[in-house]
């Protein structure tokens, strides 16, 4: 078996690259499509799958759209990269930066950030600035900073980070061996589904294309309520986005595709979480959860679900550890048998 290259060489043919472009690769793709054992129980016509992007290299999707973004900067002669980042993208910008050998400066809003997320960061090296605003602000900045400084922009206003993500689409209909019914998945940029619409749409013909089912968290859901929203509010940091980048292409994903957008509470995103956790042996973060938080409440709704259904889990538990401590906590015994015994 040849060893999987990465994304830039398995996609090659369906991606904006050349000869000229650096080989980057931290292996990232080719993700598990893992078979649901449990949660599938509760939806007796569906056959639920989860795609597994923890996976990745740095623990998220991110790295799919990251690598090409990365590569092409270098490909131009950037010696430095820069991002505003909930968490994710400054996690892969710095790791796929480091192996590239340029320069990264992150901008996070201030006291959103999940510590996994932030201790990434650091140790890849990337220079990380605090600043006291919303994401929304530093994305802003950042796109100023970017034109001003010359350094390349890898936030998903980079056209390159989408064309990455769209491969795990061309994973799904590779590994399911045909195409899903629905597709749900969290939206907080809305960078991923936009680049999963474009991936079936560029695989499949339109009658073939999977429903695309996008879920926002209740107190972050500009999309929902059809207007910005000031000070997004949600236990899932990684979709805590006020005003998305790519609004209309999530709009679109779900209108020409028959599914939609909605949203979720943090209650059903953290029970969800707790359930692949518990039930699957998937630890996602919060903002993953919500893919399957918001698949139980179309199921609640009654929304006729059947057939092949992915979730997609876009980033692993580990990057924001704080979640546990809703756990119970261990239990302090004697070191014998008869103690381990009376815990069972
Ligand atoms: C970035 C991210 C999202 C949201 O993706 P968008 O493209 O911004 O909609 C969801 N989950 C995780 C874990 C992420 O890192």
């Not at 795609?51 to 131009?76: I, L, Q, Y």
């Not at 192996?99 to 950030?113: D, I, K, N, T």
């Not at 061996?177 to 809305?190: D, F, Q, T, Y």
């Not at 020409?256 to 692949?276: P, T």
Request: hydrophobic share 45%.
């Amino acid at each position: 078996m040849r060893p999987w290259p990465g994304v830039l060489q398995a996609f090659a043919d369906r991606l904006p690259v050349s000869d000229r472009t650096p080989p980057l690769s931290l292996r990232e793709g080719n993700t598990p499509l893992v078979p649901s054992v449990s949660i599938t129980r509760d939806l007796p016509e569906v056959e639920l799958y989860f795609k597994w992007e923890g996976a990745n290299p740095t623990g998220s999707f991110k790295d799919r759209g990251m690598v090409v973004a990365v590569a092409k900067a270098a490909e131009a002669g950037a010696r430095a990269v820069v991002c505003a980042s909930t968490g994710n993208t400054a996690a892969s910008a710095a790791a796929y930066a480091a192996r590239a050998g340029l320069r990264c400066l992150v901008v996070l809003p201030e006291g959103s950030v999940a510590t996994g997320k932030l201790a990434q960061a650091r140790m890849h090296g990337a220079v990380v600035a605090s600043v006291p605003c919303s994401f929304d602000q530093a994305l802003q900045l950042v796109r100023e900073a970017s034109e001003r400084l010359h350094i390349a922009l890898v936030n998903s206003l980079n056209p390159y980070r989408l064309e990455g993500q769209k491969t795990a689409a061309f994973e799904i209909l590779d590994q399911l061996g045909k195409p899903p019914e629905a597709v749900v998945l969290p939206v907080g940029n809305a960078g991923n589904i936009t680049a999963y619409w474009r991936g079936f749409s560029e695989a499949l013909p339109p009658r073939h294309r999977p429903r695309m089912w996008g879920v926002q968290a209740e107190g972050a859901a500009p999309i929902v309520v059809g207007r910005p929203v000031e000070h997004p509010q949600t236990v899932a940091s990684a979709i805590r986005i006020g005003k998305p980048a790519s609004w209309e292409g999530a709009v679109r994903a779900a209108s020409e595709s028959g599914g939609r957008i909605f949203a979720v509470s943090d209650e059903e995103i953290l029970h969800a979480q707790a359930r692949l956790a518990r039930e699957e042996g998937l630890f996602v973060e919060p903002a993953s959860a919500a893919s399957v938080a918001g698949l139980l409440r179309l199921a609640r709704e009654g929304v006729g679900i059947r057939g092949a259904v992915v979730a997609v889990l876009t980033g692993h538990g580990l990057k924001d550890p704080a979640t546990a401590e809703r756990t119970p906590q261990p239990v302090r015994v004697e070191p014998t048998v008869e103690a381990l015994a009376s815990l069972l």
